[in-house]
Structures are given as structure tokens and as C-alpha cells.
Antibody, heavy 119, light 106 residues
Framework: EVQLVQSGAEVKKPGESLRISCKGS????????ITWVRQMPGKGLEWIGR????????NYSPSFHGHVTISTDKSSGTAYLQWSSLEASDTAMYYC????????????WGQGTLVTVSP | EIVMTQSPATLSVSPGERATLSCRAS??????LAWYQQKPGQAPRLLIY???TRATGIPARFSGSGSGTEFTLTISSLQSEDFAVYYC????????FGQGTKLEIK
């Protein structure tokens, strides 16, 4: 069974750094891109970017490029989303997701990680 | 960037009735269009991909149609568990989501 299990909720202050994780299991981790999606409180879904775990090649939405970094650790089957300096506007739920073998649509989703940034 | 526009923002329908949700792309996305359902406190759930193919386990009352720039999600006979927020998403050029349609009980 394919599973994406994300790290727990985080409470941080503005300016702090943070890395959240998404661990894949039940499939070959390096065979599928991992995508990150943001959902601000009461708002819709926004694509942040994606990474190919086989070679760490990444693509970012222009809205997020330079503000976050996506990475992976192949040995542990884990993808990461990190910030070097959080802002209050980063407060949101963050989801990781994976696509079908035959299509790029996002079919498997993690449970989400809630990030709260407050002074 | 491809902009996805959903309408209406909120749709009020009675259980047992049909619901029709629309999604428009700012440029052609071919058939690379998906629909997701999201309930409070849950991750999105894939309903439809390739504009019209139901994902595994999705009931037949959900159907999708369209291609290019105009797409529709139809729920033929609303059940209580169908009241949720629905998002369309293009995956022809990276990913872009619509702003969502909230389907509420009339």
C-alpha cells in the first residue's frame, strides 16, 4: 500500500528556520516525483514545487521560488520542504503528494503538516 | 502560468439532486484536468483525472467532461457525504488549481 506520512505540526517564530518531512512507503521512492502543496487557512490549494528523487531535480512555482527548498534523502525515502527564514504568511497546511505510474495527476496524499508562524 | 477559474464559488443543492460544477483554463490543457474533493480537516481526494476518468473507488455518480479550456464535474444524485469543496487542477504545464467550489446543502 502506498503511503505518504508527514511530520507533525510545528509552531515557529518569524525568522526561524524549519524543515518538514514526507516519508514514502509501499513503492519505489525514486521512481515518482514528490509534489508539495500549500493550503493557507480557509483558502485553496497552491502548487509549491516538485522533486524527482532519483536525481533531486526540482521545479518550483514562481510564487515560491527562492523562498522554500525541496530536497530528498533517497536512503530513507523521505522528501523535505524547508524554509531558512519563516514569515507569518507561511502559516498554512502543507501537503506532499505523489502521482500515478501512468499519469502526473496527484493521487496519493500525505495527511498534511500544519505550520504556524507567530511572534 | 495557466489560470484555472471555477464557478460558482458556492453551489447550494438538495440531496438527491444533480450538481454541475464548472472549470475554465486560461489556455488549453488538453485533457490533463483533474477534480478533487476536500472535506474539512482532510487531504484532497482525487475524483477524476484525464478530464473524464474516475479514480479508483470513486462512485459512478461522479462524472467529468470537457477538453481544452472548458470542463465540467457532474454529481448525478447528491449524497450527504458529497457536500464538500471541489477543486479542479490542470497538470498539462506543471500544476495549477482552481480556487474551489463549495457544495453546500440547500
Amino acid at each position: 500500500e502506498v503511503q505518504l506520512v508527514q511530520s507533525g505540526a510545528e509552531v515557529k517564530k518569524p525568522g526561524e528556520s524549519l524543515r518538514i518531512s514526507c516519508k514514502g512507503s509501499g513503492y519505489s521512492f525514486t521512481s515518482y516525483w514528490i509534489t508539495w502543496v500549500r493550503q493557507m487557512p480557509g483558502k485553496g490549494l497552491e502548487w509549491i514545487g516538485r522533486i524527482d528523487p532519483s536525481d533531486s531535480y526540482t521545479n518550483y512555482s514562481p510564487s515560491f521560488h527562492g523562498h522554500v527548498t525541496i530536497s530528498t534523502d533517497k536512503s530513507s525515502g523521505t522528501a523535505y520542504l524547508q524554509w531558512s527564514s519563516l514569515e507569518a504568511s507561511d502559516t498554512a497546511m502543507y501537503y506532499c503528494a505523489r502521482h500515478y505510474p501512468w499519469d502526473l495527476v496527484l493521487v496519493y496524499w500525505g495527511q498534511g503538516t500544519l505550520v504556524t508562524v507567530s511572534p | 502560468e495557466i489560470v484555472m477559474t471555477q464557478s460558482p464559488a458556492t453551489l447550494s443543492v438538495s440531496p438527491g439532486e444533480r450538481a454541475t460544477l464548472s472549470c475554465r483554463a486560461s489556455q488549453s490543457v488538453s485533457s490533463n484536468l483533474a477534480w478533487y474533493q476536500q472535506k474539512p480537516g482532510q487531504a484532497p481526494r482525487l475524483l477524476i483525472y484525464g478530464a473524464s476518468t474516475r479514480a479508483t473507488g470513486i462512485p459512478a455518480r461522479f462524472s467529468g467532461s470537457g477538453s481544452g479550456t472548458e470542463f465540467t464535474l457532474t454529481i448525478s444524485s447528491l449524497q450527504s457525504e458529497d457536500f464538500a469543496v471541489y477543486y479542479c487542477q490542470q497538470y498539462n504545464n506543471w500544476y495549477t488549481f482552481g480556487q474551489g467550489t463549495k457544495l453546500e446543502i440547500k
